[in-house]
């Protein structure tokens, strides 16, 4: 873990609301079931996304692109206490998500936590971030960017800490 001198910098904020769409495994399956390649729908993956990181701890984040679904050990998260978290990742749309870097920050304070979390890759679109400690009560938000390609997208979950 490596202490950090600076504070977070502000966040573009992305669409970090769950969605739930009827209908849609079902249909996907049909798809596939019938052969059709090119289906209009979401990817199969997207839909699966982290199926077994459900349970207590665990969120699902949302974007036009991509799903990221997180389940954080311990739970609840103490202050002042190391935490990591599992994440999966998957497309919905345009390339295959490759890499993740995880931070937090405080937004009604401007500041973000004073060690930076290490990421690193399990395989199948899963990666464990460690070193996370939130050292203070409060509002904080998790920031989750996705790159895919060239391009990067973050997802941003608030967690309150009690």
Same mark, same amino acid.
């Given at each position: 873990?490596?202490?950090?001198?600076? !504070?977070? &910098?502000?966040?573009? %904020?992305?669409?970090?609301?769950?969605?739930? /769409? #009827?209908? $849609?495994?079902?249909? +996907?399956?049909?798809?596939?079931?019938?052969?059709?390649?090119?289906?209009?729908?979401?990817?199969?993956?997207?839909?699966?996304?982290?199926?077994?990181? !459900?349970? &207590?701890?665990?969120? %699902?984040?949302?974007?036009?692109?991509?799903? /990221? #679904?997180? $389940?954080?050990?311990? +739970?609840?998260?103490?202050?002042?206490?190391?935490?990591?978290?599992?994440?999966?990742?998957?497309?919905?749309?345009?390339?295959?998500?490759?890499?993740?870097?995880?931070?937090?920050?405080?937004?009604?304070?401007?500041?973000?936590?004073?060690?930076?979390?290490?990421?690193?890759?399990?395989?199948?679109?899963?990666?464990?971030?460690?070193?996370?400690?939130?050292?203070?009560?409060?509002?904080?938000?998790?920031?989750?960017?996705?790159?895919?390609?060239?391009?990067?997208?973050?997802?941003?979950?608030?967690?309150?800490?009690?």
């Amino acid at each position: 873990m490596a202490k950090r001198s600076s !504070a977070a &910098p502000s966040p573009v %904020r992305a669409s970090g609301r769950s969605r739930t /769409v #009827v209908g $849609r495994r079902s249909l +996907t399956r049909a798809c596939l079931a019938l052969g059709l390649v090119l289906c209009p729908l979401a990817r199969p993956e997207a839909e699966d996304c982290g199926a077994a990181l !459900a349970g &207590p701890g665990s969120a %699902r984040l949302e974007s036009e692109r991509v799903v /990221v #679904v997180f $389940r954080t050990a311990p +739970t609840p998260i103490a202050v002042g206490q190391h935490f990591s978290l599992e994440a999966a990742v998957c497309a919905r749309s345009g390339p295959v998500p490759t890499d993740l870097r995880v931070d937090a920050h405080m937004p009604d304070h401007r500041h973000g936590m004073n060690y930076r979390a290490s990421v690193a890759p399990r395989g199948d679109g899963r990666f464990v971030a460690e070193g996370l400690l939130f050292h203070m009560p409060g509002r904080w938000q998790l920031l989750f960017d996705v790159q895919s390609g060239q391009q990067t997208e973050r997802l941003v979950k608030d967690v309150i800490v009690e």
